[in-house]
Each structure stands twice: as C-alpha cells, then as structure tokens.
C-alpha cells in the first residue's frame, strides 16, 4: 500500500505492534503519557470505544507533522450493558471470567485515523461465546497468565481463548485489540 503519511501507532501492546506489523506497513510507535480515557456515563457502551480512541487522536494532534498519520485505538469488552474493562488486580480478573462464563459478549474496538487536517473513527464488534469454565480453569488462567492488562480479563490468544471460545462471529483480531482488516481498507481509501 502506498501512502504519503509516515504512519505512528500510537500503542505499547505488543499485540496491537504485531497485528499492524501483519499488514506490511512501514510505522513506528509513540506513546504520549497520562491521556485522559474516561467518557460521559449517558454514552451508549456501542460508542464508549471510537469516543476514547478519539479523545487519544485528539491528543496527537497538536505535536504531528504534517506528513504524519496516527492510529489510535481502545478496545473494550460489552457484557449485556456493563463495560468490563481492564481488571485492577487477580480477584477483579476471576471476577470477570466469571462473569463471562458459559455467556456471550462483544468485543468492541474503536480506532482513530488522523492526520494534522483529516480524522475517520470507525469501530468493530466481534461476538465471542465462552463455554463454562471451571473455578480451577479461571484462577489458574488468572495466576499463569496474568491478564490485568487485558479488556475483560483475558487474551484470545492465550490459554482460555484455546480451551474456552466456542463461538466467535466477526473478526478474531479485532478480539486482539486491533481489526485490521478494516484498518486496512479505511486507508486505502483515507
């Protein structure tokens, strides 16, 4: 793909480095600090998301040089209404896992596309189902793996995605933090 923007992920999740890095595109990364991540309680969960992968473009647009593209994301885990986001210690992860248990949720990730005079937001949900899961499969998920970093307590990559997703209806990268796909094609018509 060829573009006239140096494109900058702005993401320390190897994840999100990996997944971009998959589309054969030349970026770097830059990480601003102490970014502001809350959103009004009236927002619909569908917008909560795209809202905040915004309010991180916004945040980049003061410092970008005019040949620069910057991609912003935030991914986050829909339970009915409630928003599961990333736990504050092992007891909230258990918690969580629990929660998802034997359900079905959405994975919903908002990205940014911005450049000094341009912006498109966009967003992807995925339907993932777990089976159920046992208290000894959570907890030794939870000690093991460590997933404190993770919307919703768990990486689809990991362990509890191999032995726990029994459905998933979208796209499996988007579960990963980043949909790709459609990065993809929103810049080749950005």
């Not at 003061?62 to 910057?70: G, I, K, N, T, Y």
């Not at 997933?147 to 509890?160: F, L, N, R, S, T």
């Not at 997703?165 to 988007?174: C, D, I, K, M």
Request: glycine fraction near 8%; aromatic fraction near 8%.
């Amino acid at each position: 793909m060829n573009t006239n923007h140096k494109i900058i992920l702005s993401s320390n999740s190897p994840r999100r480095k990996e997944l971009l890095a998959g589309l054969d595109l030349d970026f770097s990364v830059r990480v601003l600090a102490g970014i502001d991540e809350s959103y009004p309680p009236t927002l619909p969960v569908g917008e909560i998301a795209q809202y905040i992968a915004g309010k991180k473009a916004d945040a980049y647009r003061r410092s970008m040089a005019d040949d620069e593209l910057v991609i912003t994301a935030d991914t986050i885990v829909v339970l009915g209404n409630e928003v599961l986001g990333k736990p504050h210690d092992e007891a909230d992860a258990v918690r969580m896992l629990h929660e998802l248990s034997g359900k079905t949720h959405q994975v919903i990730t908002g990205v940014c596309l911005t450049t000094k005079d341009r912006q498109r937001r966009f967003s992807v949900s995925t339907d993932v189902t777990f089976k159920t899961f046992t208290d000894d499969e959570i907890a030794y998920y939870v000690s093991k793996y460590k997933p404190m970093d993770k919307a919703g307590a768990y990486g689809i990559q990991e362990w509890i995605g191999h032995i726990g997703v029994t459905a998933l209806n979208g796209s499996y990268f988007n579960v990963m933090g980043l949909p790709v796909q459609r990065i993809y094609s929103e810049l080749q018509h950005f």
